[in-house]
């Protein structure tokens, strides 16, 4: 587990995590302003283990 129980809130049933490519929405500026992105799958795991059902979509 990767967060402790008692500081996970309930989702809604189904949630969706949407990109336009490999980084969007999970972006920050990392070094010398280069745009890093989060690992998509690490987010869909904390999701779940909050109890959401994810869909990954890229539109």
Do not use: W
Request: hydrophobic share 40%; glycine share 8%.
């Amino acid at each position: 587990m990767l967060l402790p129980r008692e500081s996970l809130f309930a989702c809604a049933k189904e949630s969706y995590i949407v990109g336009y490519g490999e980084f969007f929405p999970f972006m920050y500026t990392g070094k010398n302003s280069e745009a890093v992105g989060l690992d998509i799958q690490l987010v869909k795991t904390v999701f779940e283990q909050a109890g959401c059902t994810v869909h990954l979509r890229e539109d």
